[in-house]
């Protein structure tokens, strides 16, 4: 019974009701897609459509300049692509000014842009409505073309109608377009996420791997799809995977990063390799939190750090026996009593080339246990050591330079130093490193001063000197590989930029940190902070130690 | 008192005689061997107090010089002090390798004196 009644209905519309629900489906389809190449399509079909005309254009401005009108979409093939110039492009200016639909009719429709004007030629064009496309980003306009006779739109609702369709088209296109720019921005970011030449890996906060780059794949021999949704183990072994996935979930869980590059083993499809592994926690409004894990492949690099090592070392051995004799027959020359006298000439100049063998001797060495560091572990011998015993020990030997530039060592004396766990004979070679530098760098009459404070479940050790100084942009390097400070290389003071390198590895294998403040001219506080318990992994290797040692000799 | 004889073991000519010329003003004797087997030889012509040790040498080198003194029974007991160019000196009296290798210590020439050698000769030869 409904149904009929509706039926009925419908056969009543009149011609304007038609009309209108032509209209709706039409705008409907406009906006039914946000495929740019659609969207026209339908645009341009249902102007005709609504319209009756034969021939529909889209021109839009070039954003930049708006110098010319390009071709989006047409029904003529005279027309795809093309672009139009438009400074004297009359109608197109005038109609983009106007922002009002312009119609032209007979003897009228013509241009003096002679694209545009071959094809009203060509076409027989009778009559032509330009209307203009305009919506935020977009700046256009549809030209609809008519050759058969009649040229008047039949009703300002008609007109009405094809203001509306137009406007809604624009909206359209815009969204379209819109859509494209950020398809193209994934594709652009997809493209460089693939092309970077570190490894990289997404993880989502279900700890499995939800994307990995082509440079990944490349890596681990190994194709893009095949990571997905996998587990960490998938990449890593068992214990870095188990270790890693609960590192992974207190960062999601806390929002924090804390540890943020290490070296990992990673499983290729055949091997192994090692790489240098980079977390990075990525969480933007709106968007499910990430982890991004990035692997630089380091073997190479440490194939090549090796050999440069094994030759460093192979030279700095060579270079041991030379000096010896140097320094042994130049030293003998020195004994005056048993070789006799030197002129005063003969005996500075020996003095200058013992003094240069020494300091050869000295770099040779230091080079020597640089490399060791950088080869292997540090091998501690882990008992409690008494931090100020050992800091006394070091001023007695130091106590030939310090006399020679009548330099005072103050000492705070007044607490108690608790023993804390630590290789004695490294702590010795730390504070004789620091001391050692705190005289050279200060003045003669100068001052260094040696105190020892307790932090929490730290006791750290600092000299402090009325040397030069570190300037501030170079206090964060004083601690690399062969780094000099200008003020240092500039106050004529020898060194070969090691020896706090070798402090820092030394420091760094007890557990515990080294750092400096320093005010230019003034001085420097060199502190070293030394754990009072002993870490888990450091009293393993001591029992490790201690047992092997008991197992050999008794 | 009794001269303190020295088998010095050393293919490096400038070294060998650095050692000869620093010990000579003390009580001290030093004969010279360029190699293990030299070093071999040297000791069928009498037993040294001690002796110097090099690691690297032709011929015979230092490792395998001990190894054939540590089967000879009248041999076995002489004190040896490696001097070397090789490797760090962490290795002292009581290491694991002075232990292993039955000797009685190990210096590194570039970083001892002579005179620190005959301090550390003088102190093996009194224990």
Known sequence: MFFMKIKEKRQTLSPSDQTLDRFYRISKKVSSSLELSDTLENIAQGLLEITGYDFCNIFLLNHRDNDYAENWYSTNDEFKGEKIYLPKAERLKRLFKAEKNLFYCGNDVRSSRPKLDRYFKKNKISCSLHIPLMHQHIKGCVLLDKSSAGCELSSDKLSKSIDTLVSLSATALDNAIAHKVILRQRDRWHAIFDEINDGMVVVGDDIKISRVNKSFAKMLDREVVSFELKDLDEVFFKKEAAHLGKELKKIFLKGVLEVTEREVILKTRTGTMQANMKISFVRRDGDFPKIMLTFEDVSQLKRLERSKDEFVSIISHELRSPLTTMRGFLSLLQKEDKYGGLNTKQKKFVGRAYDSTERMSDMVEEILSVNKLAVGKVDLDIQPTDLRGVAREVIRDLSSKTEEKNIRIAYRNDKEVPLVPADKTRVYQIMVNLIDNAIKYTGENGSVQIFFKENGGNVVFSVSDTGIGIAEDELNKVFDKFSRTTRAVNAGVNGSGLGLFIVKRLVKAHGGDIWVESIEGEGSIFNVSFKKKIEKNQERRKNEKNNHFTNRRR | ?127
């Open chain 2, 1 to 127: 008192m009794k001269k303190t004889t020295i088998l010095l073991i050393e293919d490096d000519e400038s070294i060998a005689d650095l050692y000869v010329e620093s010990f000579s003003d003390e009580d001290v004797t030093v004969r010279v061997a360029k190699n293990g087997k030299e070093g071999i030889a040297a000791l069928k012509q009498g037993v040294p107090d001690i002796i110097l040790l090099d690691i690297l040498m032709p011929e015979m080198n230092g490792f395998e010089f001990l190894k054939e003194i540590k089967k000879e029974k009248e041999y076995r007991d002489i004190p040896v002090l490696l001097l070397t160019n090789l490797g760090e000196e962490k290795i002292d009296m009581d290491s694991e390798l002075v232990f292993a290798l039955g000797i009685h210590g190990y210096l590194i020439k570039a970083k001892n004196t002579p005179d620190q050698v005959l301090e550390r000769i003088h102190k093996i030869l009194k224990k």
